[in-house]
Antibody
């Protein structure tokens, strides 16, 4: 079955770069958008951005200047880099898959279990 | 940005009862609406898309309805695993798409 697994450092210092990886198994990369979504503790869900197997990408306007999402299909990995982090970036970070099918493009049909990132010196 | 507003914020019910969660969009989104359930310490799981289509593996006790700006998630015969947080999400304008703030379904 489809599995997504996030990994990366759980503690990042203010002003430094958050770096996470999501390893994908059981799914082709084509026909899907590969997303990062975050959830501050006790709060709602915020979409960060996506990348596709064809190289298309799109980022949240509020994070666009600080975020990079990339895909390595040979390694079956999705990556997230967020520069110049502050306390406001502390959250559980999820990777999630969206079909490219027009009628359901934008739903998240599979998620990783999430990884908590704390921002502190 | 399309704002999604859920009600109630918290819903207290007993196992076996029926839960009704509402979601309102700030502008018309046709039926581009999904529902997710998030159990404590877990990722959200897709339950329903296209306002009323159950995702693979979603039990029949979950049903969705609505179009335009008003949507409803109904959970009949509540099971212990249903006590969780529920989010609606519009994908009519995706990306970015937007989520509701969540409804916590707790045991009465």
């Amino acid at each position: 079955q489809v599995q997504l697994q996030e990994s990366g450092l759980g503690l990042v210092k203010p002003s430094e770069t958050l770096s996470l990886t999501c390893t994908v198994s059981g799914s082709p990369f084509k026909d899907y958008f590969w997303n990062w979504i975050r959830q501050p503790p006790g709060r709602g869900l915020e979409w960060i951005g996506y990348v596709s197997a064809t190289g298309d990408f799109h980022y949240s306007p509020s994070l666009r200047t600080r975020v990079t999402i990339s895909l390595d299909t040979s390694m079956k990995q999705l990556s997230l880099r967020l520069n110049s982090v502050t306390a406001a970036d502390a959250a559980v970070y999820y990777c999630a898959r969206s079909p490219t099918n027009y009628f359901v493009s934008g739903i998240y049909d599979n998620w990783g279990q999430g990884t908590l990132v704390t921002v502190s010196s | 940005e399309i704002v999604m507003t859920q009600s109630p914020v918290t819903l207290s019910l007993s196992p076996g009862e029926t839960a009704t969660v509402s979601c309102r969009a700030s502008q018309r989104i046709a039926t581009s609406l999904a529902w997710y359930r998030q159990k404590p310490g877990q990722a959200p799981r897709l339950l329903i898309h296209s306002a009323s289509t159950r995702a693979t593996g979603t039990p029949a006790r979950f049903s969705g309805s609505g179009s335009g700006t008003e949507f409803t998630l109904t959970i009949s015969s509540l099971q212990p695993e249903d006590f969780a947080v529920y989010f609606c999400q519009q994908y009519h304008n995706w990306p970015p798409g937007t989520f509701g703030q969540g409804t916590k379904l707790e045991i009465k």
